[in-house]
């Protein structure tokens, strides 16, 4: 299995793609104006105290109040009482806590924290406060365990109050690429207790590195054999970034100077494309029908125009192990998290049942986010969880249609303005033109007017050529057209 990161990098906005075999299988994406929060440090003041939830809200700064259970509290382990005057005994109204984003704000849900603060690196993840080296379940090798573990001790000594977890992609790690990790990371930890005392909450302490410095922290390891960046000054940082923190990651960057976008040239745009879309093609004909709610997510299995009804059993079974594969590919691509409810064609016979839902775990297996996969219901339904620590795709690209009342979704305004860039980009080396007209919604184009002002002047820049807009009042927020004159 050879896999391939492509990053899409706009002044705005940047993209990444993992690439599996050819087929895309995950899509990031980062927006300087809607950075994600997870791994960012706060010092928050306690608005809040709700003893019979044993929880409370903080103030980070944020539009909505951050919550902090309990049990996300250090000092809860150590509490004796298990009531509910538990919280009250931790937390004070006005109280100033540090704090760490676990879960983005999700919908109307504010976002999760908690005070045991953990700060990754490429091989290890600095955690305060808790004097002990664990080892990632992954690594299996009883010695390899061993001596990563020794490793870590001899660079960081016995004499230390805080704990570090070794993680997947050291194994086979020497000594000083440990040390070079601890290093890192007590830096960090300095540079946070330092903020912590001079700044009042609620404030930002620390923030967590950029999308594409975290895809090659985390994502990049024997089987990424290259990370192409379209951007030329995005891969001089990547490459300072690798050679810095990831040495053995730096050969394998390049920069992809084509002028056909990246994102085209691998068939990504179209992917995405398809990632909206509720219904997904299968090849055996079949079809998969995606329903994603607040409460959860369903996906039907169809299998469409049968051929022939001479062996049906047969023709469902491998409708369900193909879709199986789908279905796993779909999780990653889209991002759903939650509960999953799948509806698999009604098998007969009990050995097909066994092997579609163990295809289902083999195909799973190569995903990043931790999955829980429960017993076929007295329905005949496959409920499973997926752990969800940021926003779905659709969530991420679309909003909600004023016109369906919320019964489907639409491409914000800001997500089609990205759409007009790309294509004026591609027009331009198409088509010699003196200048390009855009015809638009007016709410899209206000957007390029107002808020991305700047970028269209960059644009203009870049292709030497002037950009006018005209707004189409007959036009969905979707619509648009990118005239050459």
């Not at 759903?336 to 289902?360: C, K, N, S, Y």
């Amino acid at each position: 299995m050879s896999e391939e990161l492509l990053i899409n990098v706009t002044p705005r906005e940047t993209r990444i793609a993992v690439l599996e075999n050819g087929v895309l299988q995950e899509v990031y994406i980062e927006r300087a104006s809607k950075r994600g929060l997870v791994g960012n440090v706060y010092k928050g003041k306690v608005v809040r105290v709700l003893p019979g939830m044993q929880a409370a809200f903080i103030d980070i700064g944020l539009e909505r109040a951050a919550f902090l259970h309990e049990s996300d509290i250090v000092a809860a382990n150590q509490d004796n009482g298990n009531g509910k005057e538990g919280i009250s005994q931790l937390l004070r109204e006005g109280q100033e806590v540090l704090v760490q984003v676990i879960k983005d704000p999700l919908g109307t849900k504010g976002a999760r924290l908690t005070t045991q603060l953990s700060i990754a690196a490429r091989f290890l993840v600095f955690m305060p406060g808790i004097a002990h080296i664990g080892v990632s379940q992954k690594i299996v090798d009883e010695e390899e365990r061993n001596r990563l573990r020794d490793g870590v001790r001899n660079v960081v000594g016995d004499n230390t109050d805080h704990g570090y977890i070794i993680r997947t992609v050291t194994e086979g790690c020497c000594e000083q690429a440990l040390a070079d990790d601890v290093r890192f990371l007590q830096r960090i930890w300095e540079a946070i207790q330092e903020r912590q005392k001079e700044e009042r909450g609620p404030v930002l302490i620390y923030e967590d590195l950029s999308l594409e410095r975290r895809a090659l922290r985390d994502f990049v390891g024997p089987e990424v054999e290259k990370i192409r960046i379209d951007s030329r000054e995005g891969h001089a940082k990547a490459v300072k970034f690798a050679e810095k923190f990831i040495p053995v990651v730096a050969p394998r960057i390049e920069h992809y100077p084509g002028e056909r976008p990246i994102f085209d040239l691998y068939g990504v745009e179209d992917e995405i494309q398809k990632a909206l879309s509720k219904k997904v093609q299968l090849k055996s004909g079949g079809y998969l029908v995606v329903d994603q709610t607040e409460a959860m997510t369903t996906i039907d299995v169809n299998t469409g125009a049968f051929v022939g009804h001479r062996n049906l059993e047969e023709t469902i079974f491998k409708t369900n192990l193909e879709a199986a594969q789908s279905i796993a590919r779909q999780l990653r691509l889209r991002n759903l998290g939650g509960i999953i409810i799948l509806d698999f064609i009604d098998m007969e016979a009990p050995e097909h049942r066994t092997q579609v839902m163990q295809a289902l775990q083999r195909a799973l297996q190569r995903d990043h986010a931790k999955s829980h996969i429960c017993e076929v219901s007295s329905l005949g339904l496959v409920e499973m969880t997926r752990k969800r620590t940021r926003e779905s795709l659709e969530h991420i690209l679309c909003e909600s249609c004023p016109t369906c009342d919320g019964r489907g979704s639409l491409k914000t305004p800001e997500t089609v303005c990205y759409e007009v860039f790309r294509e004026i980009t591609r027009e331009a080396r198409q088509f010699e033109a003196q200048r390009f007209m855009v015809l638009a919604s007016q709410d899209v184009v206000d957007v390029m007017l107002e808020d991305e002002s700047s970028s269209v002047a960059e644009l203009e820049a870049f292709i030497g050529k002037p950009i006018k807009f005209q707004v189409e009042v007959m036009y969905t927020q979707e619509q648009f057209d990118v005239v050459p004159m």
